[in-house]
């Protein structure tokens, strides 16, 4: 955090703390039950504040709940961004830091500040329940 100019506070620190230790995107509703009783209207501050100093970035899985994750460098930058999976079954969202994201040429003019690329199934734990 102070690398990247943010005083670490006790709700940064635990928000922090949280979203490391889930090793994968977590939702504000998800880092609600983990940090109970923070409030959400709290946890959603930091997450704001991290977005905004490139400690987490956005993640759209298409599950119409937005999920943060915790930025592997100095800098989120398009190069950092990875494959995503959604399970369909369990809502949970899985990084594949293995997988890049394949290189996309855009039209003259237009210039690229970040990308989404997600695939949905169903993952190894939901489908052995099956």
Do not use: W
Request: hydrophobic share 40%; glycine share 6%.
């Amino acid at each position: 955090m102070e690398i990247k100019g943010v005083k670490p506070t006790s709700n940064r620190i635990l928000v922090a703390r949280a979203m490391l230790a889930a090793s994968r995107p977590v939702s504000v509703t998800e880092l609600e039950t983990m940090l109970a009783p923070m409030d959400k209207s709290s946890i959603f501050r930091v997450l704001s504040l991290f977005v905004g100093h490139h400690i987490v970035h956005v993640i759209e899985d298409g599950s119409g709940t937005v999920k943060y994750e915790v930025c592997g460098s100095e800098r989120c930058t398009v190069s950092d961004m990875h494959t995503h999976f959604y399970c369909e079954k369990c809502h949970r969202t899985y990084c594949f830091k293995a997988i890049q994201i394949p290189e996309i040429e855009l039209p003259e003019g237009f210039s690229m500040s970040s990308v989404n690329y997600v695939v949905k199934g169903v993952c190894p734990e939901c489908a052995a329940r099956e």
